[in-house]
């Protein structure tokens, strides 16, 4: 699988452009960022076409290009986790009203659950439900290539904020731990913001899973 990452938007969003391969022509959004027209005319001087949006969470910086996505890329799918559906046409929930702009993206076209699969132009991602950022936070994972997609759950030597509405810190330490830190050691993570990192690094060396929680 090729992976590409692109920061996008004010709040330097990570988005994951997937394909089977550097030559393939089509493939896998993982979080728009907030400027989905700049995100679409990338993708579209370059001839390439996007089957599937998967929104890790319903945060703005998430999800705010997605109308713009779908605009360009009619007949795109866009997925996220049943627990944040009510987050993308919610300003106040998806935080878009704090940020001024009060922002209702269209709906998804599939909800997700922990344990699903998704698939799309080749490429193949299992659910993993990783709460406590927000309500439904998902982590993507590619078993075949030892790649996991946070989100804003775990990010290279940190975790995500859970003083947000609908946060909470001891479930998202606790999602990581049961969830994420069970992959190979070798499972290479791409966060929703920052640098790539891994789960056997992460595992010695966060401070915030090494922490004894109450």
């Not at 997605?66 to 559906?85: C, E, N, Q, S």
């Not at 993206?105 to 799309?120: C, K, Q, T």
């Not at 990010?155 to 992959?183: E, K, N, Q, Y």
């Amino acid at each position: 699988m090729e992976i590409r990452s692109l920061t996008v938007g004010a709040f330097e969003t990570n988005c994951y452009l997937l394909s089977v391969d550097r030559s393939a022509s089509e493939g896998m959004v993982i979080d728009t960022g907030l400027d989905g027209e700049g995100l679409a005319e990338v993708l579209a001087g370059e001839g390439f076409r996007v089957d599937a949006v998967v929104l890790t969470h319903g945060h703005v910086d998430h999800v705010g290009g997605m109308t713009g996505l779908r605009r360009a890329f009619p007949g795109t799918r866009a997925y996220i986790h049943v627990l944040d559906a009510p987050l993308l046409a919610d300003p106040e929930q998806n935080l878009s009203s704090w940020a001024g702009m009060d922002l209702a993206a269209g709906p998804a076209d599939v909800l997700v659950g922990d344990g699903d699969v998704i698939e799309a132009a080749g490429i193949r991602l299992e659910v993993i439900h990783t709460p406590g950022h927000t309500p439904g936070g998902i982590s993507l994972y590619s078993r075949g290539d030892g790649a996991v997609f946070t989100g804003d759950a775990l990010f290279a030597g940190s975790v995500g904020r859970t003083d947000l509405p609908g946060g909470d810190c001891h479930l998202l330490v606790a999602s990581i731990r049961r969830r994420l830190l069970v992959l190979p050691d070798s499972t290479r993570v791409y966060p929703g913001h920052g640098p790539s990192t891994s789960i056997g690094w992460e595992r010695c060396h966060n401070p915030f899973l090494k922490r004894a929680w109450p």
